[in-house]
């Protein structure tokens, strides 16, 4: 069973950091783009950024909105994908989702459960 | 203000058919058959229903289609079942320009 489990979150004072981690099994991890999506308390859904596959030169892309704070990280070796976040704002605080993210297609699946990540002071 | 547009809510009763709306622009949803659809229930995670318009991963009941025509893509319900109560949202590919992937700010369906 393909399945991606998400840890890291908690509380956490605005212009501090925090790192999330997203374990995966029941794939091949090191084949595919990982990514994170993030949903505000009562609030849609906001893509955040991804992470290609080595074979892709392991790049990333970010959403304008976290652009120069979060950085998304891979270990393969492991099956864990990573979301660094730098200067935390209140506006960050969500629920953070890690989903494998199908490319060139662009869609997202599976999803793991999700991680609430709460800013505040 | 999301990206793409859906309606806030939706709704209709057991066995009748409804369909969300998701509008962008010539930009990601008009320029790319890259579409795909996420239904949510209360305290879960999104599962994927549609993909790339209108394929269904293995698993999902074909009483779910979609479509796109233009800048409007559709996700199409049919048979309502109460199981079907959520939140759906629609996602397109955006070009690596700009922001290479947006959402839409989702609807809620309910059953009556």
């Known amino acids: 069973e393909v399945q991606l489990v998400e840890s890291g979150g908690g509380l956490v004072q605005p212009g501090r950091s925090l790192r999330l981690s997203c374990t995966a099994s029941?794939?091949?991890?090191?084949?595919?783009?990982m990514s994170w999506v993030r949903q505000a308390p009562g609030k849609g859904l906001e893509w955040v950024g991804f992470?290609?596959?080595?074979?892709?030169?392991?790049?990333?892309e970010y959403a304008a909105s976290v652009k120069g704070r979060f950085t998304i990280s891979r270990d393969d070796s492991k099956s864990i994908a990573y979301l660094q976040m730098n200067s935390l704002k209140t506006e960050d605080t969500a629920v953070y989702y890690c989903?494998?993210?199908?490319?060139?297609?662009?869609?997202?699946?599976?999803w793991g459960q999700g991680t609430l990540v709460t800013v505040s002071s | 203000q999301s990206a793409l547009t859906q309606p806030a809510s939706v709704s209709g009763s057991p066995g009748q058919s409804i369909t969300i709306s998701c509008t962008g622009t010539?930009?990601?949803?008009?320029?790319?058959?890259?579409v795909s659809w996420y239904q949510q229930h209360p305290g879960k995670a999104p599962k994927l229903m549609i993909y790339?318009?209108?394929k269904r991963p293995s698993g999902v009941s074909n009483r779910f289609s979609g479509s796109k025509s233009g800048n409007t893509a559709s996700l199409t319900i049919s048979g309502l079942q109460a199981e079907d109560e959520a939140d759906y949202y629609c996602?397109?590919?955006?070009?690596?320009?700009?922001?290479?992937?947006?959402f839409g700010g989702g609807t809620k369906l309910t059953v009556l």
């Open positions: 010539s930009s990601d949803v008009g320029s790319y058959n890259l």
């Open positions: 790339e318009v209108s």
């Open positions: 992470i290609r596959s080595k074979a892709y030169g392991g790049t990333t």
């Open positions: 989903t494998r993210l199908v490319v060139p297609a662009y869609w997202f699946d599976p």
């Open positions: 996602c397109s590919y955006a070009g690596s320009s700009t922001s290479y992937v947006v």
């Open positions: 029941g794939f091949t991890f090191g084949d595919y783009a």
